[in-house]
């Protein structure tokens, strides 16, 4: 492992902040974390703070000795000074002299002594930083460390590395933790540095550099203590002589994972986040992955977010995917009795009142294909991947110096069911479209870039198809969605375009079949090219998008919605539109077939019929020539309608979007125009 260290880059850190009135104890914590953050080795996702001692004035003036450790929610990597929240040093360090304190107890007095009552809440393990004797403290749940210390002789390997270094057994994080380090500080006073073991390490000094630096020295000594052993510790399984394609099993995995929920046809799904390595490969295609993969977390923490394994899956079969489909829907209903039954046996043993979390696992192992991080949005799926990805580490290092131990299930528990976890879990809250996947066609602008950014905002994961790379980009990255240049008139470009949707969040529930464009002319007279073009794309070309997506909706097999914009013209065509009008119309033929056809399946088959709304089809200068002509203002002409009010793109997108949710309408058209008598539907 390297050092990260760069003078130069502290230095920049600290005039930055002291120019802010900082000062420099916070600004150099604040840099000496980030780049202990930006190590995935060392930290991930939570696992892992730091601390500098120092002293600051409240907001009456008065100075305090004071602890700034990192407050919880923030991320090391990217830490600000206000992620440090100051706490008063003595009170908090004197909690280690009390004979007992719960969880809940400790959070609400280390909150009463925050200088600022608006700070987040410092981190759970804040005492034990206080009781250090030194400035600087970093804590980190290094892979390397845990592969060592979860061995069955791993107190003697780290003894014989590190034969300084305090060694703690492994205690619950929080007050229990601290009350145990100060007993063995008190009785090791001149130890350098802590490993706790299966959890992390602890490097500590007046020197920040030095603390770091020590850090980064011992997690080099544990990598080097481990490339001694087998870097290929596992035996080959045999496998299928070919593997499916990614977008072929992710939607069936997908399917495989979903659950019913309280809304009849809107079952609880996930995103799936896919990874894959020769690390990976090595681990998930090894003949006993069942058994090292389900021994338990590197690092008890990992539990809040992944439970206490992963689901090793059937090695899948390209010749054979419904039978892997049958066997895989066995294994995850196994997964979900299994965790019962470990819940079961564990709250009891607590005490009961903890209320079950879902049992549906939050990584995949998959034979064959390598792992799937699962979750209830990319950001999440992302997390469970990474941690997964850091367990695949863990355990193949550690099984090839000796054989990788886990703490038992009671540790996990305890952990998992951790009562400030649940706390937060409680409050946390879902918004209407989380764990959906959307594909949004013609995105780039106008209404699809409209209906892109609502369905965002409603939590869908978004997919931002336009024919224009640039823009397709621009919404994307306005949103939070994935830009992909896609031509809908060309069947072999959809079917890839939707395969890298399925790839990157492991399936589709929602089209949004939106491009198009309003080709003109004669019906005597235009050119038959014209005529073929408008219908590639504004017939054709929802074709070729609504079938690439209802074979993935149909091998997820929870049901999905289809939501075309028909226009106007397709229910009232007009002079000189008759390329785009016929087109529309065998637009909204399509959809009912659709509609006939996948109901059956669950799948959902709605336009919306919408009129004069600006966009690019129908720009300003568009509307100010129409007015003119008929003698009236812009204004009038836009609120031309029965309720005498413009109908805008936002609008337009909020039907487009109860459509998507509707899941016991289908063959409709919803009509959003203010009222036009010519175009209703009946």
């Given at each position: 492992?390297?050092?990260?260290?760069?003078?130069?880059?502290?230095?920049?850190?600290?005039?930055?902040?002291?120019?802010?009135?900082?000062?420099?104890?916070?600004?150099?914590?604040?840099?000496?974390?980030?780049?202990?953050?930006?190590?995935?080795?060392?930290?991930?996702?939570?696992?892992?703070?730091?601390?500098?001692?120092?002293?600051?004035?409240?907001?009456?003036?008065?100075?305090?000795?004071?602890?700034?450790?990192?407050?919880?929610?923030?991320?090391?990597?990217?830490?600000?000074?206000?992620?440090?929240?100051?706490?008063?040093?003595?009170?908090?360090?004197?909690?280690?002299?009390?004979?007992?304190?719960?969880?809940?107890?400790?959070?609400?007095?280390?909150?009463?002594?925050?200088?600022?009552?608006?700070?987040?809440?410092?981190?759970?393990?804040?005492?034990?930083?206080?009781?250090?004797?030194?400035?600087?403290?970093?804590?980190?749940?290094?892979?390397?460390?845990?592969?060592?210390?979860?061995?069955?002789?791993?107190?003697?390997?780290?003894?014989?590395?590190?034969?300084?270094?305090?060694?703690?057994?492994?205690?619950?994080?929080?007050?229990?933790?601290?009350?145990?380090?100060?007993?063995?500080?008190?009785?090791?006073?001149?130890?350098?540095?802590?490993?706790?073991?299966?959890?992390?390490?602890?490097?500590?000094?007046?020197?920040?550099?030095?603390?770091?630096?020590?850090?980064?020295?011992?997690?080099?000594?544990?990598?080097?203590?481990?490339?001694?052993?087998?870097?290929?510790?596992?035996?080959?399984?045999?496998?299928?002589?070919?593997?499916?394609?990614?977008?072929?099993?992710?939607?069936?995995?997908?399917?495989?994972?979903?659950?019913?929920?309280?809304?009849?046809?809107?079952?609880?799904?996930?995103?799936?986040?896919?990874?894959?390595?020769?690390?990976?490969?090595?681990?998930?295609?090894?003949?006993?992955?069942?058994?090292?993969?389900?021994?338990?977390?590197?690092?008890?923490?990992?539990?809040?977010?992944?439970?206490?394994?992963?689901?090793?899956?059937?090695?899948?079969?390209?010749?054979?995917?419904?039978?892997?489909?049958?066997?895989?829907?066995?294994?995850?209903?196994?997964?979900?009795?299994?965790?019962?039954?470990?819940?079961?046996?564990?709250?009891?043993?607590?005490?009961?009142?903890?209320?079950?979390?879902?049992?549906?696992?939050?990584?995949?192992?998959?034979?064959?294909?390598?792992?799937?991080?699962?979750?209830?949005?990319?950001?999440?799926?992302?997390i469970c991947a990474d941690i997964a990805e850091a367990t695949v580490n863990v355990i193949t290092r550690a099984e090839g110096i000796g054989r990788f131990t886990a703490l038992p299930e009671v540790d996990l528990f305890d952990i998992e069911y951790w009562s400030l976890e649940q706390a937060k879990l409680a409050k946390a809250t879902e918004k209407p479209l989380n764990r959906q996947v959307a594909i949004v066609t013609g995105a780039g602008s106008g209404l699809g870039r409209e209906v892109a950014r609502l369905l965002r905002a409603e939590g869908a994961e978004v997919a931002v198809f336009d024919i224009n790379r640039d823009s397709a980009e621009a919404t994307a990255k306005a949103i939070g969605g994935l830009a992909i240049a896609c031509d809908v008139t060309n069947p072999v470009a959809v079917d890839a375009a939707v395969a890298r949707v399925v790839e990157r969040f492991g399936g589709v529930d929602i089209l949004i079949s939106n491009a198009g464009a309003a080709f003109q002319g004669a019906l005597a007279t235009v050119a038959d090219e014209v005529f073929q073009k408008s219908f590639a794309l504004n017939m054709w070309g929802h074709h070729h998008m609504a079938r690439a997506v209802t074979r993935v909706m149909t091998a997820q097999n929870t049901g999905g919605a289809l939501v075309f914009n028909v226009s106007?013209?397709?229910?009232?065509?007009?002079?000189?539109?008759?390329?785009?009008?016929?087109?529309?119309?065998?637009?909204?033929?399509?959809?009912?077939?659709?509609?006939?056809?996948?109901?059956?399946?669950?799948?959902?088959?709605?336009?919306?019929?919408?009129?004069?709304?600006?966009?690019?089809?129908?720009?300003?200068?568009?509307?100010?020539?129409?007015?003119?002509?008929?003698?009236?203002?812009?204004?009038?002409?836009?609120?031309?309608?029965?309720?005498?009010?413009?109908?805008?793109?936002?609008?337009?997108?909020?039907?487009?979007?109860?459509?998507?949710?509707?899941?016991?309408?289908?063959?409709?058209?919803?009509?959003?125009?203010?009222?036009?008598?010519?175009?209703?539907?009946?």
């Amino acid at each position: 492992m390297q050092s990260r260290w760069s003078s130069a880059e502290l230095d920049a850190v600290v005039k930055e902040y002291t120019a802010r009135g900082i000062g420099p104890d916070l600004a150099i914590r604040t840099y000496t974390t980030r780049i202990l953050g930006q190590e995935p080795k060392l930290v991930l996702h939570g696992g892992g703070n730091t601390s500098v001692k120092t002293r600051m004035e409240d907001a009456l003036g008065r100075e305090f000795d004071v602890l700034c450790v990192k407050g919880s929610g923030w991320d090391m990597g990217t830490i600000q000074p206000q992620g440090l929240p100051a706490v008063e040093l003595a009170p908090l360090a004197a909690l280690a002299d009390l004979p007992a304190l719960t969880d809940e107890g400790l959070v609400a007095a280390q909150r009463r002594m925050l200088l600022d009552p608006y700070a987040p809440n410092p981190s759970i393990e804040a005492v034990l930083h206080a009781i250090i004797p030194a400035q600087h403290v970093d804590h980190t749940h290094a892979n390397a460390i845990i592969s060592l210390t979860n061995q069955p002789d791993g107190e003697a390997i780290i003894r014989d590395l590190f034969p300084e270094t305090l060694i703690v057994p492994y205690v619950m994080p929080g007050f229990l933790l601290s009350k145990v380090c100060r007993r063995m500080l008190l009785e090791q006073p001149d130890t350098p540095h802590i490993i706790l073991m299966n959890h992390g390490i602890f490097t500590f000094n007046d020197d920040p550099r030095q603390s770091y630096e020590d850090m980064i020295r011992m997690c080099d000594m544990a990598e080097r203590r481990l490339d001694r052993g087998h870097a290929r510790p596992f035996g080959a399984a045999a496998l299928p002589a070919k593997a499916p394609a990614l977008a072929d099993l992710a939607p069936i995995l997908r399917g495989a994972l979903a659950r019913d929920s309280a809304v009849e046809g809107r079952p609880d799904r996930w995103v799936l986040a896919h990874r894959t390595s020769d690390e990976i490969r090595h681990f998930t295609d090894g003949a006993d992955l069942a058994d090292y993969a389900m021994r338990g977390n590197a690092t008890p923490d990992h539990s809040i977010r992944v439970k206490r394994f992963g689901m090793v899956t059937p090695a899948p079969d390209a010749a054979d995917m419904p039978g892997f489909a049958t066997a895989l829907r066995a294994q995850v209903a196994r997964f979900a009795a299994d965790y019962r039954d470990y819940f079961d046996r564990n709250n009891t043993r607590a005490g009961g009142g903890f209320v079950m979390l879902d049992p549906v696992p939050r990584m995949v192992y998959v034979p064959g294909a390598g792992l799937f991080g699962v979750g209830r949005t990319t950001a999440e799926a992302e997390i469970c991947a990474d941690i997964a990805e850091a367990t695949v580490n863990v355990i193949t290092r550690a099984e090839g110096i000796g054989r990788f131990t886990a703490l038992p299930e009671v540790d996990l528990f305890d952990i998992e069911y951790w009562s400030l976890e649940q706390a937060k879990l409680a409050k946390a809250t879902e918004k209407p479209l989380n764990r959906q996947v959307a594909i949004v066609t013609g995105a780039g602008s106008g209404l699809g870039r409209e209906v892109a950014r609502l369905l965002r905002a409603e939590g869908a994961e978004v997919a931002v198809f336009d024919i224009n790379r640039d823009s397709a980009e621009a919404t994307a990255k306005a949103i939070g969605g994935l830009a992909i240049a896609c031509d809908v008139t060309n069947p072999v470009a959809v079917d890839a375009a939707v395969a890298r949707v399925v790839e990157r969040f492991g399936g589709v529930d929602i089209l949004i079949s939106n491009a198009g464009a309003a080709f003109q002319g004669a019906l005597a007279t235009v050119a038959d090219e014209v005529f073929q073009k408008s219908f590639a794309l504004n017939m054709w070309g929802h074709h070729h998008m609504a079938r690439a997506v209802t074979r993935v909706m149909t091998a997820q097999n929870t049901g999905g919605a289809l939501v075309f914009n028909v226009s106007k013209q397709a229910l009232n065509p007009g002079p000189d539109f008759g390329p785009y009008g016929t087109a529309k119309a065998a637009l909204l033929a399509l959809m009912r077939q659709y509609a006939i056809e996948f109901g059956a399946a669950g799948i959902t088959s709605n336009a919306v019929n919408a009129d004069r709304i600006r966009t690019g089809l129908l720009t300003d200068a568009f509307v100010e020539e129409r007015s003119r002509a008929r003698g009236i203002s812009p204004e009038e002409y836009m609120r031309g309608n029965l309720v005498q009010r413009e109908v805008t793109a936002r609008d337009v997108a909020e039907a487009f979007v109860h459509l998507a949710k509707a899941t016991k309408t289908s063959g409709a058209v919803l009509t959003v125009d203010g009222g036009n008598v010519a175009a209703m539907v009946r």
